[in-house]
């Protein structure tokens, strides 16, 4: 690590800085109604349903628009663009909180939040890609740290502000940094070369980005493994409180702590996934961590002792965190006009974890929490065996080939 950043220049950290946040307002964008969602159930006297259904829309959206909106940037060229207009939506519909006072508005500004900022990590991903060729690994891996530390560090400023305001407010508050960072990225961030996108018509643009993305057997077998990594992932952490509770008879101040630490643990873990991924190459260095990330995931549902669950829930979080990885191999596998429809098709894949709570919550209420647990371990673990079918190659791989022609 050290003897690649000791390669950067100002500059190359400047413009690392201001889309490291970018991408941390962006992840913290994703997740700003679940701290206030209590208060907005009373505020508003939303049912529970009601109450799922907004956490649902965002998600819903980006499942629904990632890989459509994705394929516009890559056959248009406008990449930059198409983050900054999508980011700034989203922006937008935060800002308007304050004026919320109906459920129907509510769903209607978090669909339309999941809309915009659905462009976020396939533009994002290139932009970064493309601006920092020679130390991608590296650079997508503070870039993902960032998303981990805007997740944590939302919630804390929120729950100051509700202190002093309401929850309007603290949306409102949260969103405003955007208004200096989307003018930054625009400035930082080299215009893009609109010469070299493709001209063809809607069909044969969608015909031809998703032709050579299912053709490209890297990038079909990264998604593959996102989907399975997060029908994993997110069953266990968002059981985890259940057990907490229902096991150990933790409060909910020792239950948040237990989920910070896992999100701070990611924000460790990230550059050390770019490390593995420039050592290892993609195949062992996703092997590995989902191996541990699947034990890991099993030793949670199935611990007696509650002093575990914390170092546990630490240990989980180091190992899970496999995005610089995924998109580092993304952007390896794929050629620059069709990276940001690669990366969109693998965070549709990962949509695919909204299955995990419905899977998990039926197993535990039929046959406990441990046997919805032994199912998210072995889902990891499937994704761990599929990563023996991802081509494994290093940075310095690829130059040695490209040095023989």
């Not at 907004?54 to 980006?62: D, I, Q």
């Not at 650079?139 to 309007?168: C, D, E, K, Y």
């Amino acid at each position: 690590m050290r003897a690649e950043l000791d390669n950067w220049r100002q500059r190359d950290y400047i413009d690392l800085s201001v889309i490291t946040i970018t991408h941390g307002l962006s992840d913290g964008f994703a997740s700003l109604l679940v701290p206030v969602l209590a208060l907005i159930v009373v505020d508003l006297g939303l049912s529970t349903f009601q109450a799922g259904m907004v956490l649902s829309a965002r998600s819903v959206a980006g499942l629904l628009f990632v890989y459509p909106l994705s394929m516009i940037a890559d056959s248009t060229g406008r990449r930059k663009e198409m983050l900054l207009l999508g980011m700034a939506l989203a922006t937008l519909l935060y800002l308007i909180m304050p004026l919320i006072h109906s459920f129907s508005w509510l769903l209607l500004v978090a669909f339309g939040v999941g809309v915009g900022n659905a462009v976020y990590h396939p533009c994002g991903t290139a932009l970064v890609a493309r601006r920092f060729d020679r130390q991608r690994a590296m650079a997508l891996a503070f870039h993902g740290m960032g998303g981990n530390i805007g997740t944590s560090l939302m919630p804390l400023v929120q729950s100051v502000v509700v202190a002093i305001a309401n929850w309007r407010t603290a949306i409102a508050i949260c969103a405003l940094p955007a208004v200096l960072l989307l003018p930054a990225v625009g400035l930082r961030f080299p215009p893009t070369d609109t010469a070299a996108a493709p001209r063809l018509g809607l069909q044969e643009t969608v015909r031809s980005l998703t032709g050579a993305v299912v053709r490209n057997r890297g990038v079909v077998s990264l998604g593959i493994i996102y989907a399975l990594e997060a029908m994993g992932s997110k069953g266990v952490i968002g059981f985890l409180p259940l057990i907490a509770a229902q096991r150990f008879g933790l409060d909910t101040p020792a239950i948040a702590l237990a989920i910070s630490v896992y999100y701070t643990s990611g924000i460790v873990a990230k550059p050390l996934m770019g490390l593995l991924y420039n050592r290892w190459g993609a195949r062992l260095a996703l092997g590995v961590p989902l191996s541990l990330t699947g034990l890991f995931a099993l030793a949670l549902g199935l611990t007696p002792w509650q002093g575990s669950l914390i170092p546990l829930a630490a240990a989980f979080g180091v190992v899970s965190p496999i995005s610089p990885i995924l998109l580092t191999a993304a952007a390896e596998f794929s050629d620059k006009e069709t990276l940001a429809s690669s990366v969109g098709y693998i965070y549709t894949c990962n949509g695919m974890g909204f299955l995990s709570p419905l899977i998990g919550g039926w197993l535990g209420q039929h046959f406990g929490l441990s046997v919805g647990y032994i199912f998210f371990a072995l889902i990891i673990l499937a994704g761990a065996v599929a990563t023996t079918s991802v081509p494994s190659a290093t940075p310095a791989m690829r130059e040695r080939a490209a040095a023989h022609g």
